[in-house]
């Protein structure tokens, strides 16, 4: 029987460079910078299974004032400091399965070539003069604030500490000199910044007239120095968004922008969360004209993560800490409870009667169920193998299916993800309700063999798939799935060329393991 390809790319013929933000190293890794680092990942995990020749970049932003104090409390150098936080951000996306290609750190020396030639370019340019600011400054969000910004007592509406009056001789970027050309960029091209609603609030930020801002630090020492001007450094964010490029290059090669944009760039994405929004949809594209680079595709701003309805923080004692999520439950259970759950651009709460109902109803019950029912039965009773024909269609699932994964794809494709997931579960829904309307074991009870046999092949057909689907959300769990159901190993490049309403294959034999996902009790 002929596969049906649905969509396939071949390798090597697309590109999709997918990051992360670079995250700050003043702390270890919190569920904030987890939530990202998942949703790229299941982003890059299907995109390579659609056979795009996939770059996932994530990595850490280094410099500033903020990291240099935290290095200070901890009695370590800047440095060591840096270095210790950044194992431990790799620690945690190795226990959360992220298969980065990339590791981009704002330290490293190719990083500091390319920034310095960046600026370079920008100064040669035109577009940096020296000036003198006076404002307002928050340390934690490393941004010039207005008081309009911020809340009582000069106070940062995200990060709820003070932000810092601000005076200095600065080199400053003329980001004003772009607001025509942004106007224009964003206007040419409706979906460089999605979900649709967050361009609202970028237009209203370029119609209140973009503003020149500083580039240059003279009381930061822990930074990348200006070129041939001794005593200043310049500004983090003017230096982390080249992490993007530089973090491209392969160390043995010549630390050089046209280096850094000859592979991947420009980005096919930068997913980042709403609050730095304006560094990535704003100065970002405006940075990038100047120096006469090409501008990346798209920015999706995702919303926050709240707990038990409320904002997170540190002062309130209330996060969730990914660690210990993973230690009392599992790293697919996480992934997928977050993915499945929350509106992918918008806030989400996290509860823990919600994760374990969530995760519980749809793993353990739903998916975990109807295989292990299927399984048992075609072990028992046909010694693990069976035949049968695909177009005798009796659970009559064909065009659920087929529409199923038309949607999945155009979900995926336009990084509706809970939505995708939705439709995935619909067809698991569907098939349970089908299953036992049949109710198989009733059927051998009466002798009825082939109708059986008819029934238990189209659910493993199905089941096949969803291993499949799910790979990019759950992969522990959809490896242990195709293994269970007798194949040898998911191909992550190239297993949706395999996907289809189509016979199991010959020689197929299902094992039954111990539950790929069982149910999550209540740990405190
Ligand atoms: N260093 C900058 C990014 C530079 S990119 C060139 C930065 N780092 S960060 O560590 O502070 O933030 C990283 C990401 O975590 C941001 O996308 C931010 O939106 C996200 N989150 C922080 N708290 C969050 C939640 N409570 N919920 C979801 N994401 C949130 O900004």
């Known amino acids: 029987m002929l596969l049906v390809k649905i ?7 697309e590109k999709f460079y997918i990051t992360t933000p670079l995250y700050y190293v003043n702390d270890v890794p919190h569920i904030g910078s987890a939530y990202t680092t998942i949703a790229c990942d299941c982003i890059a995990r299907y995109k390579r299974l659609r056979g795009f020749d996939v770059c996932f970049l994530t990595g850490t932003d280094e410099h500033g004032q903020k990291i240099f104090k935290s290095a200070k409390a901890q009695n370590k150098s800047p440095q060591e400091h840096c270095d210790f936080i950044t194992g ?5 996306w190795k226990l959360l399965n992220i298969e980065y290609d990339k590791f981009s750190r704002t330290t490293s020396t190719k990083h500091t070539h390319l920034v310095q030639e960046f600026f370079k370019r920008v100064y040669d340019n035109g577009d940096i003069y020296e000036g003198e600011y006076t404002g307002l400054y928050c340390e934690a969000c490393e941004d010039f604030k207005s008081e309009k910004e911020l809340l009582e007592g000069n106070l940062c509406p995200v990060h709820k500490q003070r ?13 004003s000199k772009y607001q025509d050309k942004l106007i224009q960029f964003l206007s040419s091209t409706p979906d460089f910044i999605q979900p649709e609603f967050r361009k609202n609030e970028v237009m209203g930020w370029i119609k209140e007239g973009l503003k020149d801002f500083p580039i240059s630090r003279r009381s930061v020492s822990w930074g990348i120095p200006i ?10 964010w003017f230096d ?6 530089s973090g491209l290059i392969d160390d043995s090669n010549e630390p050089t922008i046209a280096e850094g944009i000859k592979s991947y760039w420009p980005a096919s994405i930068h997913v980042i969360g709403k609050d730095i929004l304006r560094f990535h949809a704003v100065y970002w594209p405006c940075m990038l004209m100047s120096a006469s680079l090409p501008l990346p595709k798209k920015v999706f701003g995702h919303g926050f993560l709240t707990k038990d309805g409320e904002k997170m923080g540190k002062t309130t004692g209330n996060v969730i800490d990914p660690y210990e999520l993973i230690n009392t439950y599992s790293t697919d259970a996480i992934r997928f409870f977050f993915m499945r759950e929350i509106t992918f651009g918008k806030d989400g ?3 823990k009667e919600n994760f374990l109902n969530r995760v519980n109803s749809d793993l353990a019950n739903n998916l975990g169920n109807l295989l292990n029912r299927t399984l048992n039965l075609v072990n028992k009773n046909f010694n693990g193998e069976i035949n049968g024909d695909p177009s005798k269609d009796l659970l009559q699932l064909k065009s659920k299916f087929d529409s199923t994964i038309n949607l999945y794809s155009k979900h ?3 990084l509706e993800i809970k939505e995708a997931l939705d439709s995935l579960w619909q067809l698991i829904d569907s098939t349970n309700k089908a299953f036992n309307d049949i109710a198989p074991w009733k059927l051998l009870k009466s002798g009825d063999i082939e109708t059986t046999k008819c029934c238990l092949y189209e659910t493993l057909i199905i089941l096949r798939n969803i291993s499949i689907l799910t790979y990019p959300f759950i992969p522990e769990t959809s490896v242990k799935i195709y293994k269970q159901l007798g194949y040898d190993k998911l191909d992550k490049y190239s297993e949706w060329e395999r996907l289809g309403f189509n016979s199991l294959g010959k020689n197929i034999k299902v094992t039954v393991g111990s539950p790929v996902f069982p149910r999550l009790e209540n740990k405190t």
């Open 7 to 13: 969509g396939f790319v071949d390798k090597n013929k």
């Open 88 to 92: 431990e951000f790799q620690k945690l």
């Open 163 to 175: 932000a810092q009056d601000y005076e200095e001789k600065n080199y400053f970027f003329a980001l």
């Open 227 to 236: 070129p041939n001007h001794s005593g200043q450094t310049i500004y983090v």
């Open 240 to 245: 982390a968004l080249l992490g993007y490029i």
């Open 349 to 351: 709460d996290y509860t």
């Open 412 to 414: 995926m494709d336009n």
